[in-house]
């Protein structure tokens, strides 16, 4: 069994930046493809980024690309998501997923994923 732990989250200023971390244990960290996803109230979850499981090919959604970055260290078996330029459309519940991988891919579908952390609260202010 897979267990995440997402750490990081907070209240920041428009245009401020935060580092979110997702600590992996359970199984070998670096046979699981990562992704982020996020939530807002009264919206559906919505894919962030993703990472396949040896760091060599990322994806992102268009409202994060080019402020946001994905990123792991299978050897502290965690992944990160540093977020820059922040907006007040990031205000969310942002959640790690893991997904085994056999094909060194990376997934952006809630569906895909097998595995999901609790969550960790993003608020962004004005």
């Known amino acids: 069994q897979v267990q995440l732990v997402e750490s990081g989250g907070g209240l920041v200023q428009a245009g401020g930046s935060l580092r979110l971390s997702c600590a992996h244990s359970g199984r070998t960290f670096s046979r699981y493809a990562m992704g982020w996803f996020r939530q807002a109230p009264g919206k559906e979850r919505e894919f962030v980024a993703t990472i396949s499981r040896n760091d060599d090919r990322t994806a992102y959604a268009n409202s994060v690309k080019g402020r946001f970055t994905i990123s792991r260290d299978n050897a502290k078996n965690t992944v990160y998501l540093q977020m820059n330029s922040l907006k007040l459309e990031d205000t969310a519940v942002y959640y790690c997923?893991?997904?085994?991988?056999?094909?060194?891919?990376?997934?952006?579908?809630?569906?895909?994923?097998?595995?999901w952390g609790q969550g960790t609260q993003v608020t962004v202010s004005s």
């Open positions: 997923a893991a997904t085994e991988d056999m094909s060194f891919g990376y997934y952006i579908a809630t569906y895909d994923y097998s595995y």
